[in-house]
C-alpha cells in the first residue's frame, strides 16, 4: 500500500545540476526517514544522502558540498540537489523511505522506488 516513486532523472554535462525528486504516498502513519541511494554497473548500492524527520542529514563523502537533501514538513518529499555532477555520479538513483504504516504503528519498513538513472557525460 505504500508508494514510492522517484522522478527528475536524466543526462547532463559535467559540472551541470540536476534534482531529482521522490514522493511517498499510501497507507502511512509517518516518515522517520528518506533518502537516496544510487548503484552504478558492477559496483554496490551506496547511500547518497539521507534526511530524518527531525531535518538531520547525512552524506556519502563523495558527494558533501556538491550535493544537498531536503524534505518537505510532512515528510512525504525529498529532494535531491546535485551539483557539480560528475561522470563518477553515473548511476540509478533509488528513493527509500523508513515508513510505519497506518495499519501497524509497531512496524518500520523500508521501501524503495523504482530508480532513476542519471547520466553525466560529455
Known amino acids: 500500500q505504500v508508494r514510492v516513486v522517484e522522478s527528475g532523472g536524466g543526462s547532463v554535462q559535467p559540472g551541470g545540476s540536476l534534482r531529482l525528486s521522490c514522493a511517498a504516498s499510501g497507507s502511512i502513519f509517518s516518515v522517520s526517514a528518506m533518502g537516496w541511494y544510487r548503484q552504478a554497473p558492477g559496483k554496490e548500492r551506496e547511500l547518497v544522502a539521507v534526511?530524518?524527520?527531525?531535518?538531520?542529514?547525512n552524506y556519502a563523502e563523495s558527494v558533501k558540498g556538491r550535493f544537498t537533501i531536503s524534505r518537505d514538513g510532512a515528510m512525504r518529499t525529498v529532494d535531491l540537489h546535485m551539483n557539480s555532477l560528475k561522470t563518477e555520479d553515473t548511476a540509478i538513483y533509488y528513493c527509500n523511505a523508513r515508513v510505519t504504516p497506518s495499519y501497524d504503528r509497531r512496524r518500520s519498513n523500508d521501501y524503495w522506488g523504482q530508480g532513476t538513472q542519471v547520466t553525466v557525460s560529455s
Open positions: 534526511i530524518t524527520s527531525g531535518g538531520t542529514t
